[in-house]
């Protein structure tokens, strides 16, 4: 009775390994996408268009699939602006980037918006414009990950980028309705 014992416990602390061991490899080999506000940059200054090209890199050892970037544009007149959740619905410029393998250079999420010619002038007139820039992806492992970033432009500044926000990368381990990670 007691060797039956020994011997469940035994297969299970071998299948609690076996799956740590499997999720430790699959966070060490997945797609990691991240993205630099130090790209080309076009801000509304002489007219009312934005045009903000960010390059993208995959880090990970595994290819990125299913790749969407989208934009949300605001111009705030305080230091500092968070977006609500109706914020994040109104996302706007959305591209599809398809697959971004390891260590690929020259891929770019772009921002080509009009703003609107209120926001351009306060923007002139030294309010900040905030960029908020989401990424959806899935891994090789078929699982759904979302980047978040963001970037805030001044002309006090030198119209020179400073985030606003720590990049994150959710693993929701699961895949919203317009993006489903399974082939």
Known sequence: MLMMIATAATTVFT????????????????AWLSYTFSGETKLPVADNHLDIRLPLNNSGKTPAFKVVSSALVKVVAG?????TEDDWRRFQAINNIGVVLPSEAGRWLRIDSDVPPNDAARFRNGDRLFVYVRVNYCDAFR???QVN????YSI???NAATYCGTESDEDTGQSPPVQNCRP
């Open 156 to 158: 006090k500044d030198g």
């Open 15 to 30: 299948g609690c390994q076996f799956f740590l061991t499997r999720q430790t490899i699959q966070i060490d080999q997945r």
């Open 143 to 145: 699982r759904y990950h």
């Open 79 to 83: 230091p500092a602006w968070q977006p």
């Open 149 to 152: 970033r963001c970037g805030s």
